[in-house]
């Protein structure tokens, strides 16, 4: 069987070339980079390699890149490492989108458990923030308001350099996850305004186990990780040079692509979207269409839960996502269509497509031929059976 792997936004295949250097890196390069010797200053070497190409791509200057292991820890260092060094000014206060990351979310719950106090910012069914919003909620005690610059289910794009401008007057950093739009559009650190960007190379064809913080020369954070000085003092432990490399690899390629690459790949996710709307009724699109990632779409299939349909097409070789998690055996609405507003069979029967570097046209074709038979089968098992005489 030949399976087509539309899911994306979850995690990218890596390119040939992360691949190769990956490889290469661990057989040949495997000094630590914090030794003196030819060893580690040819690990040392691999690694500002990387942080070079990754702050080209960003449009920032190498020295405030931080590494991490994920975007995870990039996001929790960026809301971690701020609130604690504004702690001491009396700022007590972080704000943050409804429709974030749980890395986000769920360090935000932290956080109010240690006495923060924390504000969400609501959403429409467009699933975008309304600088209005953050103009009502924020105030002299905010610390820092932090609002992803492209959501990972819907793909919707965030006025960031408008809330940030808002966050500035107010005296509050500000901080956006870019996890999903780095590496898909162009994305410019200074255009934004922003104070800290977080990163994560498996989601632009690099290798898992590779994040980075984007930390504006100046900023005041406290590290997210103690011990030795690594990375001038930001974040201790001794770096994952093959992984590095591989992120710097897959940075220097989404550059030189694009110009080219978020075309043909909308144009793949317009032709899907457009197919699947047109051959299988009852369907719809989650979120604003003209401000979003060229890769992603989140559709919504009446009368039936979307869990259905994804394992409908797992089982004919087609990987999606529902955009939601299974805990326990019980699916979970998804908290970012709930945050829409949307109606409650929505938040269930959603399924997200998110193309990449490998998609083709041949795929979306036979993604599109394959679903109105999987719906038309899905919706007849839900039909309600007649009673005689009701």
Known sequence: MTRVYFDYNATTPPAPAVIDVVGRVTREVFGNASSVHFFGQQAKAAMDEARSALAALIDADPSEVVFTSSGTEADNFA????????????????????????????????????????????????????????????TDDTALVSVMHANNEIGTIQPVAELATIAHAHGALMHTDAVQSVGKIPVDVRALGVDLLSVSAHKFNGPKGAGALWVKRGTRMQPSMTGGKHERNRRAGTENVPALAGLGVAAGLAAAKLASEPLRVSALRDRLEEGILREVPGTAVNGARAARVPNTTNLSFDRFEAESLLIALDLEGVAVSTGSACSSGTLEPSHVLRAMGLPAHRTQNSLRFSLGMFSTAEEVDRVIALMPRLVEKLRGLTRKPVVAGG
């Open 79 to 138: 809301i971690r490492g701020a609130a604690d060094a504004l702690e001491p000014t009396g700022r007590r206060h972080l704000i943050a989108s409804a429709i974030e990351h749980e890395a986000i979310l769920n360090t935000l719950k932290a956080l109010a458990r240690r006495g923060w106090r924390t504000t969400l910012l609501t959403v429409d069914e467009s699933g975008v923030v309304a600088p209005d919003r953050l103009r009502e909620v924020i």
